[in-house]
């Protein structure tokens, strides 16, 4: 199997998302879930899961976040990533060959 670099980037990249938040707003919050959805999906793109299940709360959770305040940065871009993790993760899993 291969390394799932594009899980691993996108686990880095919610992690550093939360860290970043907590620095620039003193936000717990925001490191708590980034260091728990990074961790998720780094562990995801280790086992090499097909399982959208954390990149789908996140779309969801900072989706409504970006819809509400209109801003880039952060929600924008982790909905958008994470919705691209959901679309990458459904199509490995629509290509996944059929045991008997």
């Given amino acids: 199997m291969s390394v799932d670099w ?41 086992q090499i899961s097909n399982d959208p299940t954390t990149s789908g709360a996140l779309t969801g959770v900072m989706g409504k976040r970006f819809y509400g305040s209109r801003k880039f940065m952060p929600a924008g871009l982790i909905a958008g990533a994470s919705l691209l993790m959901v679309g990458k993760l459904s199509m490995a899993l629509l290509n996944k060959p059929q045991q008997s």
């Fill in 6 to 46: 594009v899980g691993y980037g996108y686990a880095a990249l919610v992690a550093s998302g939360g860290v970043i938040g907590y620095v620039k707003a003193g936000s717990v919050p925001s490191l708590a879930a980034g260091l728990l959805f990074g961790g998720l999906a780094g562990v995801g793109a280790y």
